[in-house]
């Protein structure tokens, strides 16, 4: 199978115009699995709620519309943040989009910071799709901060999970090999770069996408700044192999009865 990341600095508030970029930058891609930064066709930095309605999208907008079109074009399946907007209530989302249209999505279940002030916390739990070639979970950013939401992922049978992410904290990235060992699973981590300034705040990105093995192993990674299309082949049933050694099975020796509070 082959999986990827796309890292790219989106325009803030462009939508049309980030999607036609990505569209061109994915037109020819040579993948099963890309995985898009979170948020990323309107950036990150909202003013207000007011700001962040107008520019959110359902799951028959225009992000959506384009994600399938080069799916459809491609034969890839696409992992990708957005700002949902479902009857009113407005969640950090991202959708999983294949040649026959949206499979599936995931709204964020751990805000980040100024995030609580404008999303509502993501209702949807940790699903698994299955795509064929491949078990998919989804989580975004800073989700990565809480083990349990990459564990309940492989616990519910994912293979790969796919990150979308506007990192600004300094650890993900060398964190992620940990996710990745102590879950025997792929993780692909697709962060943006640049940085924003709006409204008295500023941000900077900080790029460095990363794919990870169930090994704890750094397959790829992206630069600081600077778009970055990577595809790499992996052997899906390594992540289905959770015996680190022959008497030792990653699941079947939790002491569920210990972890009580």
Known sequence: MKIGFLQFTPDFGKVHQNLVKVAGLLDAVDADLVVLPELFGTGYLFRNKTELMNLAE??????????????????CYF????????????????????????V?????????????????????G???????AA???????????????????????????????????????????VRGLENRIYSITANRCGSEERGGQSLAFTGRSVIVSPKGETLAVGPGQGDSLQVIDIDVLLARDKKPT???????DRRTDLYRL
């Open 246 to 252: 022959k008497r030792n099975h990653l699941f079947e």
């Open 126 to 132: 940790f699903r698994v799709f299955d795509i064929g």
């Open 135 to 177: 078990r998919i979970g989804m989580m975004i950013c800073f989700d990565w901060f809480f083990p349990e939401s990459a564990r309940s992922l492989a616990l519910a049978g994912a293979d790969i999970i796919a990150h979308p992410a506007n990192l600004v904290l300094p650890y993900c990235q060398t964190a992620m090999p």
């Open 79 to 102: 992992v990708a943040g957005f700002a949902e907007k479902d009857r009113g209530v407005l969640f950090n989302s991202a959708m999983l989009v294949g040649p026959d249209g949206l």
């Open 58 to 75: 359902d799951l028959s907008g225009e992000t959506a519309q384009t994600l399938s079109k080069v799916a459809s074009d491609t034969g």
């Open 104 to 124: 599936g999505i995931y709204r964020k279940s751990h805000l980040f910071d100024t995030e609580k002030e404008l999303f509502e916390p993501g209702n949807t």
